[in-house]
């Protein structure tokens, strides 16, 4: 098996490709690039690794922009010490996510999930596996969730969620009547039961429904203000490192 290793941290990337090795004897490191410019170029001028190892933010820019630049058939397992993208990678032929520094055993059950994946990724076999697996990561985005009130159980269609809010330890939906209800769960599983084509994760506050996206402002140091369609308990900016992101996700 034939890996590529997309990151800017030299220790990083050799401690990476050391594990790799030390896990699979049959694995053969093809490269360590280090930027998004270089990584372009070695996937244009290469033909395609069987996998890829990629860190997210860059010392160019967030490696997003890769996926974007080139066709990649290759999957990608990402590796960062952030948690706020994990959404975004699986949008980026991610088959997996692993937070820095990066653990031994869940690299090996990365590598493992590649080999039970591995036939979606073949190219003889067309976009038509992909398609598959796309289709069946996609159904498993809720369409409903469950707020327990008092002796109540109320079922949320996840449509009619404008946005989710933490503040103050409690997270709370809000729905496009503007009736509020605090939930059990915290804001990295809503955001993986979420359907990130719908729902993006604006900073560690909130997330939001794309439909209730009024506008969007310059503010300062390059970052985004968010107007929605109603009032907010609180402003919702969005970062300079991520606005290039929501942009894209709100071209759709």
């Known amino acids: 098996m034939n890996v590529l290793i997309i990151e ?4 990083t990337a050799k ?5 790799i090795e030390g896990l699979d004897d ?3 490191v093809l490269d360590i690039v280090s930027s998004v410019r270089s990584a372009v170029k070695w996937l244009n001028d290469h033909p395609s690794p069987d996998l890829i190892f990629s860190d997210i933010q860059l010392a160019d820019g967030l ?3 890769i996926y974007r630049e080139v066709t990649v058939s290759a999957p990608v397992i990402f590796c960062t010490a952030f948690d706020e993208y994990a959404i975004q990678a699986f949008q980026a032929n991610s088959i997996d996510y692993l937070l820095k520094p990066i653990d031994e055993d869940k690299l090996a059950q990365s590598l493992e999930k590649y080999k039970n994946l591995k036939k979606f990724f073949d190219p003889r076999m067309g976009n038509n596996s992909l398609s598959k697996l796309a289709g069946q990561l996609e159904n498993n985005f809720k369409r409903s969730l469950l707020i ?8 949320i269609k996840t449509g009619e969620i404008a946005y ?4 103050n ?10 009736h509020k209800y605090v939930t059990q769960y915290n804001m990295e599983q809503l955001e993986s039961m979420l359907d990130p084509q719908q729902f993006f994760r604006a900073n560690r506050q909130f997330i939001i429904n794309r439909e209730i996206v009024q506008d969007v402002e310059q503010y300062f140091n390059r970052r985004l ?13 969005i970062s300079k490192v991520r606005s290039s992101e929501f942009l894209h996700w709100m071209e759709g």
């Open 63 to 65: 490696s997003f922009d």
């Open 15 to 19: 401690e990476l490709r050391r594990l």
């Open 148 to 155: 327990y009130l008092r002796e109540k159980i109320i079922p």
């Open 164 to 167: 989710i809010h933490l503040a």
């Open 8 to 11: 800017d941290e030299i220790k």
């Open 169 to 178: 330890g409690l997270v709370t939906l809000v729905t496009r009547q503007e």
């Open 225 to 237: 203000f968010l107007k929605l369609s109603f009032p907010t308990p609180e402003k919702i900016i």
């Open 26 to 28: 049959t694995i053969r």
